[in-house]
């Protein structure tokens, strides 16, 4: 049994961010506020490095702020990890989804693509994503998507993300078309994170949030299901929770952060190399020196892992004041 400590086991489950560098700059995202770290890609040799620190590796994203597509390492990657009986997966905006690069990710055996796209249009998606390259991206996707069930592979499973706000929510149901029509079986809903000790940017603001969603907001998300039915189309949100569950302000738990499994299971850990709590962290919080660990290019993930910040910040996350990176988080989110 790999252990630290005497209670708590090494993680699993790993999210490396492959790179931090991205070719969009998105209204939702920390890099239109211009981002925490220095853009640099998490080297293939760096990987193995964190990786051979952990003797079971059963789950992991190589996906974190930046477009893991842009590491031209990221095949290599995923070969490593499949070698290592690991489920790999990652998020893409699917702009440089080409033929060459969907042929990498298929022989390098990636077991799950889910692409960002957050609009059912050209307008919705300059709105959201501040770049003209929706057709690309859709045709990129029903390429992919075609040439995977020609050659009758089970993965790598495909699914289409839409980030929600006040402002898009209506092309929801148009979206879950647009995924039927393109050959994906799997729709996402995911709720907007903003900083909770801050005024925020672009579109990750407390006015955008569907939140505690008004009776026009929830036709929306009904209508969008009815057609996931009709389509046979799965409508789901992250974690155990449905679309319409996840964006609920209030689960009846007056302190839900304690219910998170996260700070137990699993490690995020940035191109450059910091641990953080979760995936989720760096988008709610302003002060991002609060949310980082250790960095494993200093210290090894056991002395991180059962290290003093790591201690604090769990022994924290049971109180009635968490980590604020919690705060905006919920039951719902990562259960």
């Known amino acids: 049994m790999q ?38 890609d998490l080297s293939l040799i760096e990987l193995i490095m964190i990786c051979d620190q952990l003797p079971v590796l059963s789950r992991v994203a190589l996906h974190g702020i930046g477009e893991p597509l842009l590491n031209d390492e990221l095949p290599g990657m995923i070969r490593y990890l499949k070698d290592r009986k690991a489920s790999v997966f990652l998020n893409s905006n699917g702009t440089l989804l080409n033929e060459r690069r969907g042929n990498q990710l298929l022989d390098a055996g990636l077991d799950e693509l889910r692409i960002s796209l957050d609009a059912a249009s050209p307008a919705g998606y300059k709105a959201v994503r501040n770049s003209d390259e929706f057709h690309r991206v859709v045709a990129n996707v029903r390429a992919f998507s075609k040439h995977i069930k020609s050659m009758h592979l089970p993965c790598p499973k495909l ?5 929600g706000t006040r ?118 919080v302003s002060n991002y020196g609060s949310i980082i660990l250790g960095n494993v290019f200093y210290r090894s993930l056991s002395e991180i892992w059962s290290g003093s910040r790591y201690r604090i910040f769990r022994e924290k996350r049971q109180t009635q004041t968490p980590p604020e990176c919690c705060r905006g988080c919920g039951t719902l989110w990562s259960l």
């Open 159 to 163: 699914s289409l993300w839409f980030l």
């Open 3 to 40: 252990t630290v400590g005497t209670d708590i086991q090494l993680p699993k489950d790993l999210y490396l961010e492959a790179t931090s560098r991205c070719n969009l700059r998105c209204k939702g995202c920390i890099l239109f506020n211009g981002g925490w770290e220095p853009q640099r």
């Open 167 to 284: 402002e898009n929510i209506s092309e929801l149901p148009d979206f879950v078309r647009l995924a039927a029509s393109l050959g994906v079986a799997e729709v996402y809903l995911q709720r907007l994170v903003y900083f909770q000790d801050d005024q925020g940017y672009g579109l990750a603001k407390s006015e955008k949030t569907l939140m505690g969603s008004d009776a026009a907001i929830t036709g929306w998300i009904n209508e969008s299901h009815a057609i996931a039915e009709q389509s046979g189309v799965r409508f789901n949100a992250p974690g155990f929770a449905s679309p319409f569950d996840s964006l609920q302000a209030r689960t009846g738990n007056p302190f839900p952060w304690r219910k998170c499994y996260r700070p137990h299971t699993l490690m995020y850990i940035t191109a450059g190399g910091n641990v953080l709590p979760c995936c989720i962290s760096p988008f709610a």
